[in-house]
């Protein structure tokens, strides 16, 4: 009966420390149908970031291009992609570190929807 308990025991232990993980995957993003001319730069300072697709859901959204000043100086746009498994965000990088891109700043019309959102 002892040997049944501590074993209960032990499974009971286990369970505490296990992890279950539950992921949607939707393949990668079709090829770009959206064509656009580039617009002329507002200005000095002023990154294009070019138009992607990226996930929302179970499904692709385009991402239309726009102009923007990096998240701070001497940081550059490392470019959203996927690699046939998994789909990796649009971020800025520099000496001073990692800035992801964030879709909510994308409702501003500030033309630099990205400057300093991180780092100041």
């Known amino acids: 009966m002892k040997i049944k308990v501590f074993a209960l025991m032990l499974l009971a232990a286990g369970a505490v420390f296990a ?9 990668a993003p079709p090829p770009d149908r959206v064509m656009r001319a580039q617009p002329r730069s507002p200005g000095a300072g002023y990154v294009w970031v070019a138009g992607y697709q990226y996930p929302v859901g179970n499904r692709y ?12 100086e001497g940081a550059t746009w490392v470019a959203p ?3 046939g498994q998994q789909y990796f965000n649009g971020y800025w ?4 570190g990692q ?4 879709h ?3 409702k501003s019309k500030d033309k630099n929807r ?3 959102r ?3």
């Open 61 to 72: 959204q385009w991402h239309q291009g726009y102009w923007t000043r990096p998240a701070y």
């Open 118 to 120: 991180d780092h100041k």
């Open 19 to 27: 992890q279950v993980s539950v992921g949607v995957r939707i393949g």
């Open 81 to 83: 992609h996927h690699d």
């Open 104 to 106: 909510k700043w994308d």
């Open 114 to 116: 990205d400057y300093n």
């Open 93 to 96: 990088k520099g000496d001073r």
């Open 99 to 102: 800035v992801n891109h964030d």
